[in-house]
C-alpha cells in the first residue's frame, strides 16, 4: 500500500466535501456510506459517490479514494460494490467485519466486479478495520484471508463500536486498548502488511491531543492515521513524517556502518551507540519510507 500517513472520512452524500477534504493535503479519502449517511439518504449516496470517484478520477487528483461501505451485516453491502467498483477506487475500507471467511466472500465479489468492469484483476484493495469482538480475537488469520488485504485499522475512539464491544472506558493515555492496538500491528506485520492506521481521535478542537494520539500510535508501530476532520490531517502528515534529521541520521548511520565494515568490522561504535547490520536495515527501512513518502507527497 502507499504510504498513507492520513485517511480522511468524507460523507458520500456531500460531495462538496470531498473537495474541501483534498485541499486538506490527505494522503487519501475515505468516502463514506456507512455511519455517516443517514439510512433515507443510502441510494442517493451510492450515486454520489460512484459520480465523485469517476469525476476525480478523470481530473487525476493525488489522494486516493476509498469507500466504506455498509458492512455486510446491513444487507445493503452488494448494492455499494456494484455502483461503487470502477475506474479510480483504491480500495474498500472494511467495517465490522467478523471473520475471515466474511472476507473470503467480499474478496469473490470484488473479483467478479473487477472482471465484468475490465478492471486489473486483484487491484481493488481491502482494509480491514476491527470493530467486534470476533474479529479482533480473530485478527491474524483475517489478516492473511485475501491477497487484497492491504492494511489492518486499530480503531480505538470513545463511546464508538470497539468501545461498545468491549466495553472499556476510553482514555486519552489509551492503556485500557493498549493490547489491542499492539496485537493488531503485530496480526499486520506477520501478514506481511507494513502500513497499518491508526484511529480515530474525534475531540475536533483538541488538536494537541490529536498530535499526542499520533505520537502514541507511531511509537506503537502504526505508519498513519485515520481522520475524521480535516483540522487533523496535517498533524498526522507531521507526525508519520520521519524527520529531515531523523532521515540525515539513519544515512550518517549507514555509512559509518560501510566504512568500518570496508575496515573488516562487523560493528561499530556510531555516535556513541553500537551499530551492526541489523541497526542499519532499520536505517535502510526508515529511509526507505521517507523516500517513498516524498514520492507519493
Known amino acids: ?56 478520477h478523470v481530473d487525476g487528483v493525488r489522494a486516493d479514494l476509498w469507500v466504506r461501505p455498509n458492512a455486510s451485516v446491513s444487507g445493503i453491502q452488494g448494492k455499494d460494490l456494484e455502483a461503487v467498483i470502477r475506474p479510480g477506487l483504491a480500495g474498500l475500507f472494511l467495517p465490522k467485519v467478523f471473520d475471515a471467511e466474511e472476507l473470503v466472500r467480499i474478496d469473490a465479489v470484488v473479483s467478479h466486479i473487477e472482471a465484468r468492469e475490465g478492471l486489473e484483476a486483484g487491484s481493488v484493495g481491502l482494509i480491514v478495520s476491527y470493530e467486534t469482538a470476533v474479529s479482533m480475537a480473530h485478527c491474524e488469520e483475517m489478516a492473511a484471508a485475501t491477497p487484497r488485504i492491504r492494511s489492518l485499522l ?38 506481511g502488511l507494513h502500513h497499518p492506521v491508526a484511529g480515530v481521535w474525534q475531540d475536533i478542537k483538541d488538536l494537541d491531543g490529536a498530535r499526542q494520539f499520533c505520537l502514541d500510535n507511531k511509537q506503537l508501530g502504526y505508519r498513519g492515521m485515520v ?47 553500537h551499530i551492526d547490520i541489523a541497526h542499519v536495515k532499520t536505517a535502510e527501512g526508515i529511509i526507505e519510507q521517507a523516500e517513498a513518502i516524498a514520492a507519493y507527497a
Open 154 to 191: 486499530g480503531a480505538t475512539g470513545p463511546s464508538a463500536d470497539v468501545g461498545r464491544e468491549l466495553g472499556f472506558e476510553f482514555t486519552p493515555a489509551g492503556l485500557e486498548t493498549l493490547y489491542l492496538r499492539s496485537r493488531i500491528v503485530l496480526a499486520a506485520r506477520a501478514a
Open 1 to 56: 500500500m502507499k504510504p498513507y500517513r492520513s485517511m480522511l472520512f468524507v460523507p458520500g452524500h456531500k460531495p462538496s466535501w470531498a473537495d474541501k477534504g483534498l485541499a486538506s493535503g490527505a494522503d487519501a479519502l475515505i468516502l463514506d456510506l456507512e455511519d455517516s449517511v443517514p439510512a433515507a439518504d443510502k441510494d442517493e449516496a451510492r450515486l454520489v459517490v460512484a459520480d465523485t470517484i469517476g469525476r476525480l
Open 227 to 273: 481522520c475524521i476532520h480535516p483540522s487533523h490531517i496535517a498533524i498526522a502528515n507531521e507526525v508519520f513524517t520521519p524527520s529531515a534529521d531523523q532521515v540525515d541520521f539513519y544515512r550518517r548511520m549507514i555509512e559509518a556502518f560501510k566504512v568500518a565494515e570496508a575496515a573488516g568490522s562487523a560493528a561499530v561504535d556510531f555516535e556513541g551507540q
